[in-house]
């Protein structure tokens, strides 16, 4: 049984605008991206990092990425949406990959993903007979705003959790539960569609995903006083 982790990097970056993909923004000199494949290579019992890119990416060949050693491969079979992408890369992986191996689903844009939350993630789940992903109590108190921007109600937040990645589940499984279902915003909403319970396991506000531009600053602090 092996470890795979899948990268999907083969989005727009919308939300934070700029004349290329959030992915390949510059942080102390490295492309975004780097990071999250970083920190996924450092993780021992990780056998391969396969990151999904746009089979219109230009970028990905301006820069050097041997420092991240032989783990490393490219898959270009993004797809219109953060799940087809994923759906694309486990078809194409299936010919080496067993139905038992593990897949850690990693978002390109969570740069500050530590390799001890993947040590964490892995530890919890590896005898788990469903997988489940790293995730936050939500803190806050929550509201649902109305067409005009007030506040139309307050939802409970008790057993709300903001879901992250990695997402970890069998490669079997999740090919099944990603053929099924393509409308999902991430792996664990396919697997729970089979009928099954993914495991909640305590990751920290430190893992956020770089969506906003003053998101990008934050990641930059947060990276350099890690010593990157
Ligand atoms: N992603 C992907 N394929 C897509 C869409 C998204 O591989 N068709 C990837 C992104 O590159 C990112 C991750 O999925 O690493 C999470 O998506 P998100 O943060 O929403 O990134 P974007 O979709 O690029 O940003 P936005 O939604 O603001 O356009
Ligand atoms: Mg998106």
């Not at 067993?98 to 993947?118: E, K, N, P």
């Amino acid at each position: 049984m092996r470890y795979i982790a899948i990268v999907p990097a083969a989005g727009s970056g919308s939300r934070m605008g700029g004349d290329r993909p959030k992915q390949y923004w510059p942080l102390h000199g490295r492309p975004l991206l780097w990071y999250a494949v970083e920190t996924l290579v450092s993780v021992p019992r990780i056998d391969a990092v396969c990151v999904v890119l746009s089979p219109e990416d230009t970028e990905w060949d301006q820069y050097d990425w041997s420092p991240l050693g032989s783990k490393l491969r490219t898959l270009r079979v993004g797809g219109a949406t953060r799940a087809q992408s994923v759906a694309n890369a486990l078809s194409q992986l299936s010919g080496d990959m067993s139905a038992q191996d593990w897949v850690l689903v990693h978002d390109a844009a969570r740069a500050c993903l530590t390799v001890q939350q993947v040590d964490a993630l892995i530890d919890t789940l590896s005898d788990d007979p469903v997988g489940g992903l790293l995730a936050m109590p939500v803190a806050d108190t929550m509201k649902r705003a109305d067409d005009g921007g007030r506040v139309g109600e307050t939802v409970a937040r008790d057993g709300l959790w903001q879901a992250q990645t990695p997402q970890m589940f069998r490669g079997g499984m999740l090919i099944e539960a990603l053929r099924a279902r393509t409308d999902v915003t991430d792996e664990a909403g396919a697997i729970e569609a089979l009928g099954l319970r993914p495991r909640l396991v305590a990751a920290d506000v430190t893992n956020f995903k770089v969506t906003y531009p003053q998101d990008f600053a934050l990641a930059e602090r947060l990276l350099a006083t890690r010593g990157k």
